[in-house]
């Protein structure tokens, strides 16, 4: 595998087909994942949950997963085109051994990934990822006869998910009028079944995936198209998920866009007020706005801050059996709920909000009023060393003094390529763009 590790923060993904997402590797690694995870005690054969979003290589890859599973004698039960957390939540109630959802989320079509769960429908531990690249293409001693995997179907995977997600809505939607954007992904049948069955009415769009339009140009990277539906209808919300649903961001009936920190914001009130959030406490990664912050310190509640990645969030959530945490870009984890982020969940909850209090979705997020926020990625040789050259330090310190308690500065190495990441958060855009352009140059002058 060389010296690159194969598993990023959110699984293996790169270009279907290509150099390294192929069939062979798909094979290799869901074959090492079954000896890995797979229970192993002679009490009941061991089971795979293996789900896929619409992309045309998912066809593929699903057969490549499907055969190493089964040569590893770990049966098979293919649920289909799904959500990536209808798949982490079928793992759980089926007692299944480990979970396979093949897709690259927000990616363009080309692309495909595989992600893994563990038992229980959990993301995998570093070393448990680092177990399963390990066994790759070893010498193993494969099953025969009756020891040989089987495959079969789950029909009613996409009701056990829908019914799952019913039960965990507090309230009636009410005639709620929404649009939803499924960005011809995963969500494209169950997400408007599942928003009418809770008594919105729904408008989908983007629902009618053929294998290559996936996220193309639609979906929660591209709101532009859902705040015109939004306008047009005259709906009181639009939803937008990504290729695998989940994530999710919201515009509001004006047709503004409502991001990542104003729906945790939103979600935190909500559950404090139910006396559901764990010692009054959001756990949230270093992206999310300064006023974001400002808004839970003036409503009582805790902020406790990680590295960017959900799965940061997830390790944060289990260690303080907190209620709640997520990220800006729309990956919300309610662990009472899902064991990852689950964009029709957050959505559900954000509209139940909506009904039980009558508010607007642009009155219940304004409570978080962002600061304008630039960022800068400045490509250099070595992301590390610039990251922590001393003329660097000494122009972020000088930044942060200048802006005091009214903004934010952010620098910090990419964690995928060789680049470093200026962020910077000011009371206003220019002074933001300034101080950003300022810190890059500094940046760029190391590098």
């Known amino acids: 595998m060389g010296e690159r590790r194969l598993f990023g923060t959110d699984g293996v993904r790169g270009l279907a087909n290509g150099e390294l997402l192929t069939p062979e590797l798909a094979v290799g690694l869901s074959a090492s994942a079954a000896r890995v995870l797979a229970h192993r005690d002679g009490s009941r054969r061991a089971t795979a949950v293996v789900g896929r979003d619409p992309r045309a290589s998912g066809e593929m890859l699903e057969a490549a997963v499907v055969a190493g599973l089964t040569s590893a004698g770990v049966d098979a039960v293919r649920v289909g085109v799904l959500p990536t957390p209808a798949v982490a939540h079928l793992v759980g109630v089926l007692g299944a051994d480990l979970g396979v959802m093949i897709s690259a989320s927000h990616n363009p079509m080309p692309d495909n990934g595989i992600k893994l769960f563990a038992a229980g429908g959990h993301k995998l531990a570093d070393e448990l990822e680092d177990a399963v690249e390990a066994g790759i293409g070893q010498a193993v001693t494969r099953p025969t006869g009756a020891a040989i995997g089987r495959v079969r179907d789950l029909p009613d995977a996409a009701e056990r998910y829908v019914e799952h997600l019913l039960?965990?809505?507090?309230?009636?939607?009410?005639?709620?009028?929404?649009?939803?954007?499924?960005?011809?992904?995963?969500?494209?049948?169950?997400?408007?079944?599942?928003?009418?069955?809770?008594?919105?009415?729904?408008?989908?769009?983007?629902?009618?995936?053929?294998g290559l339009n996936i996220n193309d140009g639609v979906g929660s990277t591209h709101l532009g198209p859902l705040q015109e539906a939004v306008r047009a209808h005259g709906a009181a919300l639009g939803i937008a998920h990504d290729g695998d649903a989940d994530r999710c961001l919201a515009v509001d009936a004006t047709g503004a866009v409502v991001d990542g920190d104003q729906i945790m914001?939103?979600?935190a009130l909500a559950l404090r007020d139910a006396g559901e959030l764990v010692e009054d406490t959001l756990v949230t990664t270093v992206m999310s706005n300064l006023a974001l912050h400002l808004a839970m310190q003036a409503a009582g509640i805790a902020v406790r801050t990680t590295q960017v990645g959900?799965?940061?969030?997830?390790?944060?959530?289990?260690?303080?059996?907190?209620?709640?945490?997520?990220?800006?870009?729309?990956?919300?984890?309610?662990?009472?709920?899902?064991?990852?982020?689950?964009?029709?969940?957050?959505?559900?909850?954000?509209?139940?909000?909506?009904?039980?209090?009558?508010?607007?979705?642009?009155?219940?997020?304004?409570?978080?009023?962002?600061?304008?926020?630039?960022?800068?990625?400045?490509?250099?040789?070595?992301?590390?060393?610039?990251?922590?050259?001393?003329s660097v330090r000494d122009a972020v310190e000088a930044a942060r003094v200048e802006l005091g308690g009214t903004g934010?500065?952010?620098?910090?190495?990419?964690?995928?390529?060789?680049?470093?990441?200026?962020?910077?958060?000011?009371?206003?855009?220019?002074?933001?763009?300034?101080?950003?352009?300022?810190?890059?140059?500094?940046?760029?002058?190391?590098?």
């Open 167 to 210: 039960a965990a809505t507090p309230a009636a939607l009410g005639g709620l009028r929404l649009v939803v954007d499924c960005a011809h992904g995963a969500a494209s049948g169950v997400a408007p079944e599942t928003y009418r069955r809770a008594g919105a009415e729904v408008i989908a769009m983007n629902a009618a995936p053929d």
């Open 265 to 267: 914001a939103v979600l």
């Open 310 to 390: 959900d799965r940061y969030v997830l390790e944060e959530l289990r260690t303080g059996g907190f209620t709640l945490g997520g990220e800006q870009s729309g990956h919300f984890v309610l662990p009472r709920h899902a064991t990852t982020g689950d964009g029709l969940l957050s959505a559900l909850l954000l509209m139940a909000r909506m009904a039980t209090t009558g508010s607007s979705l642009a009155e219940l997020a304004s409570v978080v009023n962002p600061l304008p926020q630039v960022l800068h990625n400045v490509a250099v040789a070595d992301k590390d060393a610039v990251a922590d050259a001393a």
């Open 408 to 447: 934010r500065v952010l620098l910090r190495p990419s964690g995928t390529e060789q680049l470093v990441r200026v962020m910077v958060e000011a009371p206003t855009a220019e002074l933001a763009r300034a101080t950003a352009v300022r810190l890059a140059e500094a940046v760029a002058a190391v590098g």
